[in-house]
């Protein structure tokens, strides 16, 4: 079997529709007619890439194929083949399908000339889950704010250590499903890091990266992409009380002995790496596990908002 010519049977026919997340989806189709020399075979029809001076030098569409019409970028979605009966030649109908990249939503007031800052933005397409988690208790220091969070002492003021607390936390996941070239190296570099500033209502090293999402829509062309943090009503710092074993005495890392003269057996206060005197509270180190970065701006530069 060959194609003998192409023909257009109908022009591209267009139409718009707005999906329920307020994107609009465009799509089109045209309508060819193939004509054969015998009785059609689907299958070198399907392939055939010659380009054909009845169809204006061009070839029939493929899947994947990019066709901007009206400043609209299309791409062939499907295809169906028919057998068409036209005054008894072999003759094939070919029905090209096309989708486009969903448009963002511009139905809004046109009076309405300010813009929404990029915190707002996020928060158009966020949703919130709460989390419960078992870790090391903590003292609340509800009625001193300006004192920080410390570990548990017992009465005497030694530490305490083996106690848990259940704690709840609050994930917050972005996610935009219309993204057409996110910078994944990028926002690679923003997991496992916290909020240098205040972000989303967070105040600093309270709102830590813990996970991404990414898929990507072959009809559309483009990425769905989430983004999720984590939010710590406390901080994502860890506390520990100053105590050890040994101490530093002239730069020289050496053992605390009691008053004996032998090792202590249990731990001792320090502060700046000595040995306090008896009966002193031990002091709290802070430590951040975990890298800053400014999150406010993180989204932007990925290229993941609207």
């Known amino acids: 079997m060959a194609i003998r010519t192409v023909r ?15 994107s609009i989806q465009y799509t089109g189709s045209v309508e060819l007619l193939i004509v ?3 009785a059609p075979d689907f299958g070198a029809i399907k392939n055939n890439t010659a380009t054909w001076p009845e169809f204006y030098n061009r070839k029939i569409p493929q899947i994947n194929d990019y066709e901007p019409t009206g400043g609209i970028d299309f791409y062939v979605t499907g295809r169906d083949f028919q057998y068409y009966d036209n005054e008894n030649e072999f003759c094939v109908k070919c029905t090209v399908r096309y989708d486009a990249k969903p448009a963002q939503d511009n139905d809004k007031d046109n009076n309405n000339n300010s813009n929404p800052s990029d915190e707002e933005l996020t928060w158009l397409k ?21 004192q920080p969070i410390k570990p548990p002492v017992n009465s005497a003021g030694d530490p305490v250590d083996g106690l848990e607390e259940d704690t709840a936390l609050l994930r917050l996941t972005y996610t935009n499903t ?30 830590r990266v813990t996970g991404y999402g990414a898929e990507f829509d072959q009809k559309n062309q483009v990425w769905s992409v989430s983004v999720e943090w984590t939010f710590n009503p406390g901080d994502w710092k860890i506390r520990y009380y100053d105590v050890g074993y040994n101490e530093i005495v ?19 206060a320090l502060s700046l790496g000595e040995a306090k005197p008896v009966g002193e509270d031990p002091e ?7 890298d800053e970065k ?3 701006t993180m989204l932007r530069s990925c290229r993941l908002l609207p």
Do not use: M
């Open 250 to 268: 002239n730069g020289e890392r050496r053992a605390i002995l009691d008053k004996s003269g032998n090792p202590v057996s249990k731990p001792v």
């Open 8 to 22: 257009q049977l109908r022009s591209f026919q267009f139409s718009e529709t707005k999906s329920d997340k307020g």
């Open 294 to 296: 400014d999150h406010t």
């Open 178 to 207: 219309n993204v057409e070239d996110p910078d994944f190296p990028l926002l690679f570099t923003y997991l496992n890091t916290c909020n240098q500033t205040a972000f989303l209502g967070a105040q600093p090293y309270q709102l």
């Open 126 to 146: 966020i949703s919130l889950q709460s989390l419960q988690e078992r870790r090391p208790a903590s003292e609340s220091n509800q009625d001193d704010p300006d």
């Open 36 to 38: 054969c020399d015998e």
């Open 284 to 290: 709290v180190i802070t430590i951040k596990p975990y």
